[in-house]
T-cell receptor, first 109, second 117 residues
Framework: GQNIDQPTEMTATEGAIVQINCTYQTSGFNGLFWYQQHAGEAPTFLSYNVLDGLEEKGRFSSFLSRSKGYSYLLLKELQMKDSASYLCAVSDGDYKLSFGAGTTVTVRA | GAVVSQHPSRVICKSGTSVKIECRSLDFQATTMFWYRQFPKKSLMLMATSNEGSKATYEQGVEKDKFLINHASLTLSTLTVTSAHPEDSSFYIC?????????????FGDGTRLSIL
């Protein structure tokens, strides 16, 4: 099975940077995904890492270390609309996704 | 980009009713689709993997006879919640990935909010 841990909540100020950590222990690994989910809506894809290192996409970056079972999502220049839940998900060899419980990020003015 | 359409977006019905939810991949073919359930303030829990042309694979604890899955074509999977009861009220979300491309993300439908009275 999969064991995926991420913090429950984080709060930051508009314009600031927030880093959401995710650790995982999995029986198989075919990549790690980050999704954003606003309340009452379906998740939307943010980033994907399968090799070690940093992937940058505009204000969002994601890092992966497979040997450490660790990833983080970095949100820069926070905007109010970034207030949402951020889900770390690991794909096993059959492309099934196992999700962490999600980190609720609250951006304050 | 890839788009997944899910219908209906919201269902309110009486206990004992069966409810069918459709999931379509609009601009790609999906041999595999996934069905998730999400309770309030909880994460997504995988219910089953829908396989085109064969039986679905259910996760442990998910009743096959309760949640019927049909994946009759490369672009459509359906989930039927049979004889739904209040405890089945939840947010049901499907996802699909383009089978032609490795390392592609799953794309999610907009979800179906099911409320059983």
């Amino acid at each position: 099975g999969q064991n995926i841990d991420q913090p429950t909540e984080m709060t930051a100020t508009e314009g600031a940077i927030v880093q959401i950590n995710c650790t995982y222990q999995t029986s198989g690994f075919n990549g790690l995904f980050w999704y954003q989910q606003h309340a009452g809506e379906a998740p939307t894809f943010l980033s994907y890492n399968v090799l070690d290192g940093l992937e940058e996409k505009g204000r969002f970056s994601s890092f992966l270390s497979r040997s450490k079972g660790y990833s983080y999502l970095l949100l820069k220049e926070l905007q109010m609309k970034d207030s949402a839940s951020y889900l770390c998900a690991v794909s096993d060899g059959d492309y099934k996704l196992s999700f962490g419980a999600g980190t609720t990020v609250t951006v304050r003015a | 980009g890839a788009v997944v359409s899910q219908h209906p977006s919201r269902v309110i019905c009486k206990s004992g009713t069966s409810v069918k939810i459709e999931c379509r991949s609009l601009d790609f073919q999906a041999t595999t689709m996934f069905w998730y359930r999400q309770f309030p303030k909880k994460s997504l829990m995988l219910m089953a993997t829908s396989n085109e042309g064969s039986k679905a694979t259910y996760e442990q604890g998910v009743e096959k006879d309760k949640f019927l899955i049909n994946h009759a074509s490369l672009t459509l999977s359906t989930l039927t919640v049979t004889s739904a009861h209040p405890e089945d009220s939840s947010f049901y979300i499907c996802s699909a990935r383009d089978f032609r491309a490795d390392n592609q993300p799953q794309h999610f439908g907009d979800g179906t909010r099911l409320s059983i009275l």
